[in-house]
């Protein structure tokens, strides 16, 4: 199976400041028909996932421009120009590539300080 | 709008079976593979099983290859776990999720707790 590593697992950030969030994958996440199948999720404190950014570096309907994601084969980036408070939560990337395993990183824990 | 809800969480002993459901509007749902993914307590995702749109293909993580059983009825609009054989390990809340590689819409998550 494909192993997805993120780094830090916590991250305290200051509002307004920027946050960054490392995803490695074991594996290219690059698959056949070209695409690069890495999502971001959020879920936020008592709440469900949803997915943030999709392929990359796309974000999804209602997501804020604040949020960015970037990076290729294996090495990805999820960042926050400016934390603002309703960003707490868990960061996940995952990978849809890689079938009939898909599989997720640990999870980052954004806080405000 | 897309929605969907998961159903069928709860309390039974180890050993014991269980059926969730998660009933899909706001697509159609004929046209998309669907997701099983859970979430121990305090614990990270896991991705649990997948179905394909027309129901023909389906996969399994190892840890519940030959308990659990993925299913779906495209008049109702509904995907369907068959768990059998708990084990305390398989508390969680579980979450459907659409479309095969994209993940793209969540349930809200049902609990399942596996206690004697």
């Known amino acids: 199976d494909v192993v997805m590593t993120q780094s830090p697992l916590s991250l305290p950030v200051t509002l307004g400041q920027p946050a960054s969030i490392s995803c490695r994958s074991s594996?290219?996440?690059?698959?056949?028909?070209?695409?690069?199948?890495l999502h971001w999720l959020q879920q936020r404190p008592g709440q469900s996932p949803r997915r943030l950014i999709y392929n990359v570096s796309n974000r999804d309907s209602g997501v804020p421009d604040r949020f960015s994601g970037s990076g290729s084969g294996t090495d990805f980036t999820l960042k926050i120009s400016r934390v603002e408070a309703e960003d707490v939560g868990i960061y996940y990337c995952?990978?849809?590539?890689?079938?009939?395993?898909?599989?997720f990183g640990q999870g980052t824990k954004v806080e405000i300080k | 709008q897309v929605q969907l809800v998961e159903s069928g969480g709860g309390v039974v002993q180890p050993g014991r079976s269980l059926r969730l459901s998660c009933t899909a509007s706001g697509f159609t749902f004929s046209s998309y593979g669907l997701h099983w993914v859970r979430q121990a307590p305090g614990k990270g995702l896991e991705w649990v099983a997948v179905?394909?749109?027309?129901?023909?293909?389906?996969y399994y993580a190892d840890s519940v290859k030959g308990r659990f059983t993925i299913s779906r009825d495209n008049s109702k609009n509904t995907l369907y776990l068959q768990m059998n054989i708990l084990r305390a390990e398989d508390t969680a809340v579980y979450y459907c999720?659409?479309?095969?590689?994209?993940?793209?819409?969540w349930g809200q998550g049902t609990l399942v707790t596996v206690s004697s």
């Open positions: 999720a659409r479309a095969v590689r994209h993940f793209d819409y």
């Open positions: 594996q290219s996440l690059v698959y056949s028909d070209g695409n690069t199948y």
């Open positions: 179905i394909w749109y027309d129901g023909n293909i389906e």
């Open positions: 995952m990978q849809g590539t890689h079938w009939p395993a898909w599989t």
